[in-house]
């Protein structure tokens, strides 16, 4: 349960069956699934900075630097959509990104700097 598909041209996180069985309760009654059941999971990047700087005369100084943007290239998915049971989009993902919100890739770079 819970695999990115495609119906057509939508890009879903449930089938059409297994959203036909989510329901909203009557009023006053409870739902068979517990607070939070469908929860997006955690996204997150690592970036990293090396730097380090040399005195070369009186005050100024040479500055070295690499630095590193999602050092372990992971990609974040989209929330499913509207996550209210009774919406048309419930558990779609988003068409324009295909469902991915961060899709770059691991980035590095070298930089000098002199300061005097």
């Known amino acids: 349960m819970g ?3 495609t119906e057509g041209t939508q890009t879903y996180f449930l089938t ?8 909203t309760p009557a009023a006053g009654q409870f739902s068979n699934l517990g607070r939070n059941w469908l929860r997006q999971n955690a996204t ?5 900075n090396l730097s380090k700087s040399f005195r070369t005369w009186r005050e100024q100084f040479l500055q ?3 630095e590193v943007q999602n050092v372990f290239n ?8 509207s996550q209210a049971i009774g919406s048309s ?8 990104i295909d469902g991915v919100i961060n899709s770059t890739a691991r980035r590095a770079q070298l930089a000098a700097k002199y300061v005097f």
């Open 16 to 23: 059409a069956a297994q959203r036909a069985q989510f329901y």
């Open 3 to 5: 695999k990115v598909h």
């Open 89 to 96: 989009v419930f558990t779609r993902l988003n068409p324009a």
């Open 44 to 48: 997150w990047s690592t970036d990293a």
């Open 74 to 81: 992971n990609v974040s998915y989209d929330t499913t959509g």
């Open 64 to 66: 070295l630097r690499f």
